[in-house]
């Protein structure tokens, strides 16, 4: 971004530095907030459809546009003719304000998401924190749009909403303590810089927890349960239409990039890859390919999931987060920290072998713990069911 | 005639059995209105009768056949320990002073009979004594009149609209933008609504399969009652029996379960075949049951792919494999009849044609195939965490509810209970082959999962094995009376041609008597009860559809579990409001 500073004063001479700054900010916001939605959704849900299709042994889209690449388009049109719909009885300020949260949450976490090298928004010194607290926008939207709409089905959706984020922010947090602990900075910048190894090879426990802990915090399945259409129908934007329902749709598909980018900068590394640098324009498309490449990589894998997994019910959700999630998240935090204070690690390598042992050692602890407590419930269902009558 | 549950009843109730008649192997029995109770209990306790299982219980308006009192409730008893059956028969006395003939109800004794003391209040007009709830359950509740009843007219009723009425386009159409007259909705009895939040699950929702409405009832997430609404698709199929010829009805039945409709098939014409006395050949009797297990193994299918596609959401992969194998099995189908879903595949006397000849091709590439295919959805599901999690320990029916509630099929055979009517009582020669009984013991909803499972592949084994030994020979019978004659023995043959005329003018006449069929079918016993008066047309014809009885168990299974385990529930219960609603 500097470069571009750079070049745009040497092109008009008489503009100050601060000026050409300000301008060069504001067109990048402009991208990220009015141009980046339209792009990553009809990207995205043509992805998500294909992918899941694949999965199904369907074809997918295949009608607008070659090889159905402009059905988001044609998505896009048919939700602006749609007819907007208030229900009798909803709260109308807050109805109308939840779809409009719903992308700002998510479009704030841009502002500190290093997507090549040198381009991110502000490189804030506490850039992790911020997303954390910005991140809680989206589940206010979501309550509100429950709270508001005068239906009871989105009612217990909204209910479902805070019960489930409350439990997968901590494991979440914890995760991202972990990772801070390790590159001992909360600045994008400095995280990415820490990452020689990327931290999923020295973290992998982390890792797990925070992707786990994003899936659940952009409710896909298997932890959609504030959308489950099977039992309360949409959640709730049951009562949504049109372009207010296409809003929490765009804030979903840009929760799901921006999610997936945070995680490729905590532990994949980012930008990073051979040849990318902030030196050059062509180093910096470089870092810019290899981030997308590791996101859509980590997109990929969420879409897997939603593809073949079944649904959790509340209760085994809010058990699997609190009672799993969160011991073995302090667990490998405890191991973590007491590894990077080991004397005799000092050098670099012995340091990443040193957290990889800490977390296969948490790994072996938690699986031993879970099947001593499968086996201790586990009944006879499968050896008793015979024929009967031979 | 020596049969020992009649022996018993006469000397436990000598002033009340009025008649004993057998017709066709049924007995019936009929007893006197006040001796209900007492012969009902005592047919229940009675160590060496032991009828526990309340298969049916419908009604005959008997105007038309000129038996006085007009109106008579009908029982059909069924023994699961004993095996067997029969059934009782109470006239109603009537003065016409009283709007309705009255009848004590035997819900103590059977719980089953709730809703089919319900749906005789309802469409014929009886009045039950003691019943509970006694609410219309099938026609609007403010309907006037009760449809089955021989003065109640065909059609003709008004259709009430309210939509569209002012709007000039649909002017022309009349009385049909009449407003129909309001009433109060009613919440079931003991249903809360101050302190708790009562939700309306249906009749449009995704995972009700169809129009049902239940009235849930939450306290936070977790069910206190939830009690099924149900008539939506209500649409008279006993009435329009009793206006059809027996041939007539065949393609009725196919819309009845949609999802079985070989096995509807099935269940019909063996019982109009029983009535009529007629044998079916033994070719006819074996691509019977090839049909009807590959039905079996669709209807089964879909049940998966519907049941993982609730549990689990939108786009669980399960959905489209299982409906891709479904589809080999429907152009199998096609093959046969030409039809796909509603099949008609099946005709009084045999089958209407031979298989092709690519037939029994298809059908074992398609058995092999299929055992590679099961192994994949138990890989998927048998062992995946979380489908244990939601499905376990869920909906526990044991044996004694779901006996006592009428439940049958997979949901009783999962309580341990090994009754299947294709070894209990073999129609169709099920005993000819080899194949065994899935049975678990947990109850739940995991164990219902299990048993449907093994059933596909027992279903696979009967098929495999009729496929290979199919003999030779006619596939229907050369009774005259009942088959018309091939085509080109018409042209050789005066009597042919007179037989054909007849059966096509005026259809083939049973003789007088009532006989009650009953088959295996993939959710329960399905039943016929057919009473003829010698026409051609069935003067009573009442449907006993196993989705009716086992959806009545859904307030006792969802009792204390969440708002997402209804779901669970619903699916793994595996109703078709088609044949729920009639």
Same mark, same amino acid.
């Given at each position: 971004?500097?470069?571009?500073?750079?070049?745009?004063?040497?092109?008009? +001479?008489?503009?100050?530095?601060?000026?050409?700054?300000?301008?060069?900010?504001?067109?990048?916001?402009?991208?990220?907030?009015?141009?980046?939605?339209?792009?990553?959704?009809?990207?995205?849900?043509?992805?998500?459809?294909?992918?899941?299709?694949?999965?199904?042994?369907?074809?997918?889209? #295949?009608?607008?546009? +070659?090889?159905?690449?402009?059905?988001?388009?044609?998505?896009?049109?048919?939700?602006?003719?749609?007819?907007?719909?208030?229900?009798?009885?909803?709260?109308? @300020?807050?109805? #109308?304000?939840?779809?409009?949260?719903?992308?700002?949450?998510?479009?704030?976490?841009?502002?500190?998401?290093?997507?090549?090298?040198?381009?991110?928004?502000?490189?804030?010194? @506490?850039?992790?924190?911020?997303?954390?607290?910005?991140?809680?926008?989206?589940?206010?939207?979501?309550?509100?749009?429950?709270?508001?709409?005068? #239906?009871?089905?989105?009612?217990?959706? *909204?209910?479902?909403?805070?019960?489930?984020?409350?439990?997968?922010?901590?494991?979440?947090?914890? *995760? @991202?303590?972990?990772?801070?602990?390790?590159?001992?900075?909360?600045?994008?910048?400095?995280?990415?810089? *820490?990452? #020689?190894?990327?931290?999923?090879?020295?973290?992998?426990?982390?890792?797990?927890?925070?992707?786990?802990?994003?899936?659940?915090?952009?409710?896909?399945?298997?932890?959609?349960?504030?959308?489950?259409?099977?039992?309360?129908?949409?959640?709730?934007?049951?009562?949504?239409?049109?372009?207010?329902?296409?809003?929490?749709?765009?804030?979903?598909?840009?929760?799901?990039?921006?999610?997936?980018?945070?995680?490729?900068?905590?532990?994949?590394?980012?930008?990073?890859?051979?040849?990318?640098?902030?030196?050059?324009?062509?180093?910096?498309?470089?870092?810019?390919?290899?981030?997308?490449?590791?996101?859509?990589?980590? @997109?990929?894998?969420?879409?897997?999931?939603?593809?073949?997994?079944?649904?959790?019910?509340?209760?085994?959700?809010?058990?699997?987060?609190?009672?799993?999630?969160?011991?073995?998240?302090?667990?490998?935090?405890?191991?973590?920290?007491?590894?990077?204070?080991? +004397?005799?690690?000092?050098?670099?390598?012995?340091?990443?072998?040193?957290?990889?042992?800490?977390?296969?050692?948490?790994?072996?602890?938690?699986?031993?713990?879970?099947?001593?407590?499968?086996?201790?419930?586990?009944?006879?269902?499968?050896?008793?069911?015979?024929?009967?009558?031979? | 005639?020596?049969?020992?549950?009649?022996?018993?009843?006469?000397?436990?109730?000598?002033?009340?059995?009025?008649?004993?008649?057998?017709?066709?192997?049924?007995?019936?029995?009929?007893?006197?209105?006040?001796?209900?109770?007492?012969?009902?209990?005592?047919?229940?306790?009675?160590?060496?009768?032991?009828?526990?299982?309340?298969?049916?219980?419908?009604?005959?308006?008997?105007?038309?056949?000129?038996?006085?009192?007009?109106?008579?409730?009908?029982?059909? $008893?069924?023994?699961?320990?004993?095996?067997?059956?029969?059934?009782?028969?109470?006239?109603?006395?009537?003065?016409?002073?009283?709007?309705?003939?009255?009848?004590?109800?035997?819900?103590?004794?059977?719980?089953?009979?709730?809703?089919?003391?319900?749906?005789?209040?309802?469409?014929?007009?009886?009045?039950?004594?003691?019943?509970?709830?006694?609410?219309?359950?099938?026609?609007?509740?403010?309907?006037?009149?009760? /449809?089955?009843?021989?003065?109640?007219?065909?059609?003709?009723?008004?259709?009430?609209?309210?939509?569209?009425?002012?709007?000039?386009?649909?002017?022309?159409?009349?009385?049909?933008?009449?407003?129909?007259?309001?009433?109060?909705?009613?919440?079931?009895?003991?249903?809360?609504?101050?302190?708790?939040?009562?939700?309306?699950?249906?009749?449009?929702?995704?995972?009700?399969? !169809?129009?049902?409405?239940?009235?849930?009832?939450?306290?936070?997430?977790?069910?206190?009652?939830?009690?099924?609404?149900?008539?939506?698709?209500?649409?008279?199929?006993?009435?329009? !029996?009793?206006?059809?010829?027996?041939?007539?009805?065949?393609?009725?039945?196919?819309?009845?379960?949609?999802?079985?409709?070989?096995?509807?098939?099935?269940?019909?014409?063996?019982?109009?075949?029983?009535?009529?006395?007629?044998?079916?050949?033994?070719?006819?009797?074996?691509?019977?049951?090839? $049909?009807?297990?590959?039905?079996?193994?669709?209807?089964?299918?879909?049940?998966?792919?519907?049941?993982?596609?609730?549990?689990?959401?939108?786009?669980?992969?399960?959905?489209?494999?299982?409906?891709?194998?479904?589809?080999?099995?429907?152009?199998?189908?096609?093959?046969?009849?030409?039809?796909?879903?509603?099949?008609?595949?099946?005709?009084?006397?045999?089958?209407?044609?031979?298989?092709?000849?690519?037939?029994?091709?298809?059908?074992?590439?398609?058995?092999?195939?299929?055992?590679?295919?099961?192994?994949?959805?138990?890989?998927?599901?048998?062992?995946? /965490?979380?489908?244990?999690?939601?499905?376990?320990?869920?909906?526990?029916?044991?044996?004694?509810?779901?006996?006592?509630?009428?439940?049958?099929? /997979?949901?009783?055979?999962?309580?341990?209970?090994?009754?299947?009517?294709?070894?209990?009582?073999?129609?169709?020669?099920?005993?000819?082959?080899?194949?065994?009984?899935?049975?678990?013991?947990?109850?739940?909803?995991?164990?219902?999962?299990?048993?449907?499972?093994?059933?596909?592949?027992?279903?696979?084994?009967?098929?495999?094995?009729?496929?290979?030994?199919?003999?030779?020979? /006619?596939?229907?019978?050369?009774?005259?009376?009942?088959?018309?004659?091939?085509?080109?023995?018409?042209?050789?043959?005066?009597?042919?041609?007179?037989?054909?005329?007849?059966?096509?003018?005026?259809?083939?006449?049973?003789?007088? !008597?009532?006989?009650?069929?009953?088959?295996?079918?993939?959710?329960?016993?399905?039943?016929?009860?057919?009473?003829?008066?010698?026409?051609?047309?069935?003067?009573?014809?009442?449907?006993? !559809?196993?989705?009716?009885?086992?959806?009545?168990?859904?307030?006792?299974?969802?009792?204390?579990?969440?708002?997402?385990?209804?779901?669970?529930?619903?699916?793994?219960?595996?109703?078709?409001?088609?044949?729920?609603?009639?």
């Amino acid at each position: 971004m500097d470069a571009i500073v750079l070049w745009l004063t040497s092109l008009f +001479p008489q503009m100050a530095v601060p000026t050409a700054r300000l301008i060069v900010h504001i067109v990048y916001a402009a991208i990220l907030s009015f141009v980046a939605p339209v792009v990553l959704v009809v990207a995205f849900t043509y992805m998500e459809r294909k992918v899941i299709a694949r999965i199904q042994d369907r074809v997918g889209p #295949n009608r607008a546009g +070659p090889l159905g690449m402009l059905q988001g388009f044609a998505d896009a049109i048919k939700m602006l003719t749609k007819e907007d719909i208030t229900p009798a009885g909803a709260d109308r @300020i807050v109805y #109308n304000l939840a779809p409009g949260l719903a992308v700002i949450g998510v479009v704030l976490v841009f502002a500190v998401l290093p997507v090549a090298p040198g381009v991110i928004g502000t490189d804030l010194s @506490i850039g992790i924190l911020y997303v954390v607290a910005v991140g809680g926008i989206g589940t206010m939207a979501v309550l509100m749009a429950g709270w508001s709409s005068n #239906n009871k089905y989105a009612l217990l959706s *909204a209910f479902r909403v805070v019960a489930q984020l409350v439990a997968y922010e901590i494991p979440m947090v914890i *995760a @991202i303590i972990i990772v801070v602990l390790t590159a001992g900075s909360m600045r994008m910048g400095d995280i990415i810089a *820490a990452q #020689n190894v990327p931290f999923l090879f020295t973290l992998p426990v982390a890792f797990f927890i925070f992707f786990v802990a994003n899936i659940a915090e952009i409710g896909r399945s298997p932890f959609d349960l504030l959308e489950a259409e099977s039992e309360i129908i949409a959640g709730f934007h049951v009562e949504y239409s049109g372009m207010k329902f296409a809003f929490f749709f765009i804030g979903e598909y840009m929760h799901l990039f921006v999610s997936a980018g945070i995680a490729t900068t905590l532990f994949l590394g980012g930008w990073r890859g051979p040849g990318a640098s902030e030196a050059s324009i062509l180093g910096a498309l470089l870092g810019f390919v290899y981030f997308l490449a590791k996101t859509v990589l980590l @997109i990929f894998a969420m879409m897997w999931v939603r593809g073949t997994f079944p649904r959790f019910r509340i209760d085994h959700l809010l058990d699997f987060g609190w009672k799993f999630l969160v011991p073995v998240g302090l667990l490998t935090l405890v191991a973590v920290a007491l590894v990077l204070k080991l +004397p005799f690690l000092s050098s670099p390598v012995l340091q990443w072998v040193g957290l990889l042992v800490a977390n296969v050692a948490v790994i072996v602890v938690a699986l031993a713990a879970v099947s001593l407590a499968a086996r201790r419930t586990r009944s006879v269902a499968l050896r008793s069911v015979a024929g009967a009558e031979r | 005639m020596n049969n020992p549950t009649i022996e018993k009843l006469k000397t436990q109730f000598p002033d009340a059995v009025q008649d004993v008649s057998e017709f066709r192997g049924d007995a019936v029995v009929t007893l006197s209105r006040e001796t209900l109770l007492d012969a009902a209990r005592f047919l229940r306790d009675d160590p060496d009768l032991q009828y526990n299982l309340l298969v049916d219980l419908t009604s005959v308006d008997r105007r038309d056949l000129g038996i006085e009192p007009r109106f008579a409730t009908v029982y059909e $008893l069924y023994s699961i320990p004993k095996n067997h059956r029969v059934r009782l028969k109470v006239p109603l006395p009537w003065d016409d002073a009283t709007e309705m003939p009255e009848c004590p109800s035997v819900t103590e004794v059977w719980p089953a009979a709730n809703w089919h003391e319900r749906e005789a209040y309802d469409l014929m007009g009886i009045e039950f004594a003691g019943h509970p709830w006694l609410r219309r359950i099938l026609m609007p509740d403010n309907w006037v009149g009760h /449809p089955l009843r021989k003065d109640y007219p065909l059609g003709g009723e008004p259709v009430y609209f309210t939509a569209d009425r002012e709007d000039p386009r649909f002017a022309h159409l009349g009385r049909q933008t009449m407003e129909g007259p309001s009433y109060p909705s009613e919440l079931p009895e003991g249903v809360d609504s101050e302190t708790h939040l009562v939700i309306n699950m249906g009749p449009q929702h995704p995972a009700t399969h !169809g129009v049902l409405r239940l009235a849930v009832e939450l306290e936070g997430e977790r069910i206190v009652s939830a009690n099924p609404d149900i008539g939506y698709l209500h649409s008279g199929f006993e009435k329009t !029996g009793e206006n059809r010829r027996y041939e007539k009805f065949i393609p009725y039945t196919d819309r009845m379960d949609y999802l079985a409709g070989m096995n509807n098939n099935l269940a019909y014409v063996l019982t109009v075949e029983k009535l009529l006395g007629v044998e079916v050949p033994p070719r006819a009797q074996y691509i019977r049951v090839i $049909l009807a297990e590959l039905q079996r193994i669709a209807s089964h299918l879909f049940w998966l792919a519907t049941h993982a596609h609730d549990v689990s959401g939108t786009i669980h992969s399960l959905l489209m494999y299982c409906l891709r194998e479904r589809e080999r099995i429907l152009d199998i189908f096609e093959m046969f009849c030409g039809a796909r879903l509603t099949t008609t595949g099946m005709s009084v006397g045999g089958l209407r044609r031979d298989i092709p000849g690519a037939f029994p091709d298809a059908v074992r590439a398609f058995v092999r195939d299929f055992r590679g295919y099961l192994k994949e959805y138990e890989a998927m599901l048998t062992d995946n /965490p979380i489908w244990l999690s939601r499905l376990k320990g869920i909906g526990v029916l044991k044996a004694d509810d779901a006996i006592a509630l009428g439940v049958t099929g /997979p949901m009783l055979r999962a309580a341990g209970i090994s009754f299947d009517l294709r070894k209990a009582q073999p129609y169709s020669s099920y005993d000819h082959f080899d194949f065994d009984i899935p049975t678990a013991t947990e109850s739940d909803s995991y164990a219902r999962y299990l048993v449907r499972l093994r059933e596909m592949e027992q279903s696979l084994r009967i098929v495999e094995q009729a496929i290979n030994r199919l003999p030779g020979g /006619p596939v229907r019978t050369d009774d005259r009376k009942v088959a018309p004659p091939p085509r080109e023995e018409i042209d050789r043959s005066m009597e042919s041609l007179i037989h054909h005329f007849k059966l096509y003018t005026e259809g083939y006449k049973p003789p007088v !008597g009532e006989v009650y069929g009953m088959a295996e079918n993939p959710k329960g016993v399905l039943g016929f009860y057919l009473v003829s008066d010698g026409s051609a047309i069935p003067y009573r014809l009442r449907v006993r !559809g196993p989705s009716f009885v086992n959806l009545q168990a859904t307030n006792l299974l969802a009792q204390g579990h969440l708002l997402s385990d209804l779901v669970t529930l619903i699916g793994s219960i595996d109703i078709v409001l088609g044949e729920v609603d009639r």
